[in-house]
């Protein structure tokens, strides 16, 4: 069997260091970058089974920068992305542009190792469409819209003030859409519904 090889770009070195551990403790080969740059310049074994987790706020070259040039020079390298509440927006349309996860700060050990053992198997972490669509159903037609707008990225506040209701309507709208498709937070709400839709 092939070792399964994660490489790890992010720019803060404690996490990074962490986070190698967590990995290699897991089973996986990992190779640890400071940068986009320094991730870019390395050779690649294009042979091995490897994923890419990055942050995607780093100084110099952005994970979303980085993506973008992966896909510009044709490289179908699974990426999970890691990120802080205010990147949700980023997130998803990294997700929209064939990114296969992306996992918010701070994060459960086993919420990244599943996100990557689901990018190595291809599987992308996304949900059977069919039942998704039945959920989706379900919704009435204020949850759609506050759904459009969660995966859309905008917060609560945001969102009473373009539907003109208020911050606690929207809650409420949101944990019943929520339960109803059976998620506990924002990334997997994206999962389900852009499994749907792609």
């Not at 403790?25 to 190779?31: K, L, Q």
């Not at 510009?72 to 349309?93: C, M």
Request: aromatic fraction near 4%; charged fraction near 30%.
């Amino acid at each position: 069997m092939n070792a399964r090889v994660v490489h790890l770009v992010d720019d803060n070195e404690p996490f990074r260091r962490s986070t190698v551990w967590l990995l290699e403790t897991a089973g996986f080969t990992v190779h640890d970058y400071s940068g986009a740059r320094a991730f870019l310049d390395a050779s690649i074994d294009n042979s091995e089974a490897c994923c890419l987790v990055s942050d995607i706020r780093m100084p110099e070259m952005s994970g979303l920068e980085l993506h973008e040039e992966l896909r510009k020079r044709g490289s179908r390298l699974p990426i999970v992305f890691i990120t802080a509440h205010g990147d949700i927006p980023l997130a998803v349309e990294a997700m929209r542009k064939g990114a296969c996860d992306f996992i918010e700060k701070p994060f459960q050990d086993d919420k990244l190792i599943a996100a990557i053992e689901g990018a190595l198997a291809g599987a992308d972490a996304k949900e059977n469409p069919a039942p998704s669509k039945e959920k989706l159903a379900h919704l009435t037609p204020r949850e759609k819209q506050v759904l459009d707008l969660v995966v859309a990225g905008k917060l609560n506040k945001t969102i009473a003030d373009e539907l003109h209701i208020s911050i606690k309507t929207v809650e409420l709208h949101r944990a019943n859409m929520m339960s109803k498709l059976g998620v506990r937070n924002v990334p997997d709400l994206v999962r389900l519904v852009l499994g749907v839709r792609q």
